[in-house]
């Protein structure tokens, strides 16, 4: 579903130039259901903002679906949004009107499209859980239910790949879990691809893969070691960001095509190592250490 490699992202002001993404290489499979963390800064909005749309990259390669996003044209966008992704952002206030009822608010983009469908925006209030609440107004629903609802506009026209934004930064515990779920369902009964960036590592250890960024690159990929065994797991290691993830899952260091790693600062930092190492293959591992001193 998403092929992506070497991916640049420039930002320009007046005098400045911010690389947020600096050759990122990530492939989500269709029907996958992934989290993407990273610290602040790491260009994890800049990947996601790209992924939808709503920004454009500098350089590299970028396929979702049928669609390249670097030789997209402008018109093209417009369709590709409408018709392939959905997005649900943290604060879910503008994509929703407060004086509509929820039943009116999801069928609103259908009607934007030209595709009302009724039947279809009651089955979706329904997979949220909001049965009992579609004819109410959005001012009257708690901001767990508003959030729920942003999620079935997300899916209202279907998209086969949903984005999510920190998706349960502004819910309690339970409506996180409870969208959890609905990711869950959704992914499982209608197929769609789920990329979530996150912080909270308790909702990204739920899932089967989860891709650090650091500095605008894939650094380590954490994979489930039992998928079947879902969530409930132990909260277990620090992992190279300095926060918890399930223990149920194994971290790997990505490699690129080309052999490229990122090593982690605090290694580096430990054998004062700065722009040169020392780098050994013994038959069955690779050794880096602190460059040999040269002879005189
Ligand atoms: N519109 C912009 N103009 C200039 N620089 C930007 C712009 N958007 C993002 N950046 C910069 O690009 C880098 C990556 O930002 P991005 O928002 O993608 O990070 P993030 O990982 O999503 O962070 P956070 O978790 O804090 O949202 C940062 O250095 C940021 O300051």
Same mark, same amino acid.
């Given at each position: 579903?998403?092929?992506?490699?070497?991916?640049?992202?420039?930002?320009?002001?007046?005098?400045?130039? *911010?690389?947020?993404?600096?050759?990122?290489?990530?492939?989500?499979?269709?029907?996958?259901?992934?989290?993407? +963390?990273?610290?602040?800064?790491?260009?994890?909005?800049?990947?996601?903002?790209?992924?939808?749309?709503?920004?454009?990259?500098?350089?590299?390669?970028?396929?979702?679906?049928?669609?390249?996003?670097?030789?997209?044209?402008?018109?093209?966008?417009?369709?590709?949004?409408? !018709?392939?992704?959905?997005?649900?952002?943290?604060?879910?206030?503008?994509?929703?009107?407060?004086?509509?009822?929820?039943?009116? %608010?999801?069928?609103?983009?259908?009607?934007?499209?030209?595709?009302?469908?009724?039947?279809?925006?009651?089955?979706?209030?329904?997979?949220?859980?909001?049965?009992?609440?579609? %004819?109410?107004?959005?001012?009257?629903?708690?901001?767990?239910?508003?959030?729920?609802?942003?999620?079935?506009?997300?899916?209202?026209?279907?998209?086969?790949?949903?984005?999510?934004?920190?998706?349960?930064?502004? *819910?309690?515990?339970?409506?996180? !879990?409870?969208?959890?779920?609905?990711?869950?369902?959704?992914?499982?009964?209608?197929?769609?691809?789920?990329? +979530?960036?996150?912080? !909270?590592? #308790?909702?990204?250890?739920? *899932? !089967?893969?989860?891709?650090?960024?650091?500095?605008?690159?894939?650094?380590?990929?954490?994979?489930?070691?039992?998928?079947?065994? %879902?969530? #409930?797991?132990?909260?277990?290691?620090?992992?190279? *960001?300095?926060?918890?993830?399930?223990?149920?899952?194994?971290?790997?260091?990505?490699?690129?095509?080309?052999?490229?790693?990122?090593?982690?600062? #605090?290694?580096?930092?430990?054998?004062?190592?700065?722009?040169?190492?020392?780098?050994?293959?013994?038959?069955?591992? +690779?050794?880096?250490?602190?460059?040999?001193?040269?002879?005189?």
């Amino acid at each position: 579903m998403i092929q992506c490699e070497g991916l640049v992202k420039i930002y320009k002001t007046d005098d400045l130039e *911010v690389v947020a993404l600096q050759g990122l290489n990530l492939t989500v499979n269709e029907g996958e259901m992934m989290a993407i +963390i990273g610290n602040s800064g790491s260009g994890k909005s800049t990947f996601l903002n790209i992924l939808g749309g709503l920004d454009r990259p500098s350089a590299g390669s970028i396929m979702v679906d049928k669609w390249n996003l670097l030789k997209i044209t402008d018109e093209e966008l417009v369709k590709y949004k409408r !018709d392939t992704v959905g997005f649900i952002w943290q604060n879910n206030a503008r994509n929703l009107l407060p004086y509509l009822t929820a039943l009116e %608010n999801v069928e609103m983009p259908m009607m934007l499209s030209g595709r009302l469908d009724r039947p279809y925006a009651k089955q979706l209030l329904t997979w949220v859980g909001l049965s009992h609440r579609m %004819n109410n107004k959005l001012t009257e629903l708690s901001g767990g239910e508003q959030q729920r609802v942003a999620l079935a506009i997300a899916l209202s026209n279907k998209p086969k790949l949903l984005l999510a934004d920190e998706p349960t930064g502004s *819910v309690d515990s339970e409506t996180s !879990d409870m969208i959890m779920d609905i990711f869950r369902k959704m992914n499982r009964e209608i197929g769609i691809t789920i990329v +979530i960036v996150t912080h !909270d590592m #308790e909702l990204a250890g739920k *899932v !089967d893969r989860v891709v650090a960024i650091r500095d605008g690159l894939t650094s380590t990929e954490f994979i489930k070691r039992n998928p079947s065994l %879902n969530e #409930e797991g132990k909260q277990g290691f620090m992992n190279e *960001v300095g926060h918890q993830l399930h223990e149920v899952h194994e971290a790997y260091v990505v490699v690129d095509r080309v052999g490229r790693l990122q090593v982690p600062k #605090e290694f580096l930092n430990a054998l004062d190592i700065n722009d040169k190492a020392s780098m050994e293959f013994d038959g069955d591992k +690779i050794v880096i250490r602190t460059p040999n001193k040269l002879e005189e």
